[in-house]
């Protein structure tokens, strides 16, 4: 965005080195006769840059920073900066920011620097950039560097330009969430009940309500989304089909990338009870619920995903019926598609023996180390904890922490027993726990390598701790706030 917005200031040459590879091998090619062109061009002749435009993006929970650095190519020295912060929603507006005072830092009204910037370095020049901070219109914080020269009248035609451009690319976001958001529908089927028995406590069962359901993307809604952006006025919008849909989004000023890279964003599933005041008493998503992998890219603007009647997500939604069930209260059922929440599985394992090397022999030390990876690795893939929650929460907000700690017991490369001593109070949680112990007893550690085989020891029972951390990111699922 940077290179196409930039370029349309008639006072500067840029050039993208993005674009290089593709210029040299156009020249290879022209210059051995491969190409009909009567006037080949010339090698040698690419143009030399004098500043060099380079920056970084961080991205800090909900804010975003961009840095931009102005570098001197002949003398590597840091003549200028421009940073600006906002929200990640909104980086079309951040980009035009950056831009505006970018320009500001090169002086146009000098002949023979018409398109570079003050040579700073000349003899007996002052210096002619000097450093501000403020805030855009929106409350932006944008501090940037400006040269000393006369205020410079920007074209109008080029304001009106970029202004276009920010707004395109603002569409774009917006029209990527609104299909997220808008495009889907959800079916469920009756209420099942049946009770979860707990292995890990016999003597505590728990009613649960599970309810079918099937996500889709629905053809005429995301038609209907389309033809309402082109009636805004906009060049956006798109059309359907059986096997996804494709948008009319403009490459060229980067709209679509931005459009793919919002939508292809991973994103979670949420069945939502709510009650009759729309107050979000329980969340559920089975661990699966993601949409990676789900859709995939067809060319640079269309986009293949599950239509209706093919789901888009599938499976069972389960509520402990004290959640959900109570007196007085009518609930409803809803689905969200959002970003994934700040969640995580962690996997801790470690041995109980306590080794001392002068008595162990080395290969007892690596075979140990291998099955450590292996069995981590099998855990990982194995254990798939749901992401649920409801009223009254339990844990710590607002990460919401969910620990089980046991050992794992490995003999002959096997796993031979998994017995977890400390537990939360969650049923959902416990399941996983119980899933897991069904999945990995029996598993062949040494199955999973390549051929290759370690010598095992006279004893070969091997003892590993085991802890199994879920962190949910309660805060952002708004349990007791109003739907949105």
Known sequence: MLV????????FEVVSRDALGSVLREQWVQQRGFSSVENPVGPGQLKGVRYLIQGRIYLQQDTLSVDLQIVDVETGVVVSSVNAQGVESDIPGLEQDLVTHLIGVFDPSLDGLSRSMVDHNS???????REESGYDRKGRQVIFSETNASSMVYPTDVLLSLEKLTYERREAYRLAETIWDEGCVVEMGQPLYRVLHLLFDPAKSVPVMSIPFSLFFSPHRISNIFE?????GTDSGGDVDSVGFRTS???????QSLFVEHFQKPRRVFIRALNDKQDVLAIFSDWGWRTEGKFSMRGNQGVSVPMWPNPFVT?????PVDWVEREGH???FDSVVVPVPNEQVLVILEPLEEFQEEEIPISHLVETEVHLQKLERLIKSNWAPAITEGLPMRGYLPGNKRTAVGVVHVQDGEIRDIQFQHWPEDPFFLESLQDLQIQLLGACLECQDSGQVFPHLPDPVKIFRLQLTLVKDISALHLGSRSR
């Open 123 to 129: 003899e007996g020049r002052q210096s002619h950039f």
């Open 249 to 255: 989004l403009d490459v060229g000023s980067g709209a």
């Open 228 to 232: 309402q952006t082109k009636n805004s």
């Open 4 to 11: 196409s917005d930039l370029a349309q200031w008639p006072q």
């Open 315 to 319: 499976g069972l939604v389960r509520f």
């Open 330 to 332: 009518h609930v409803t």
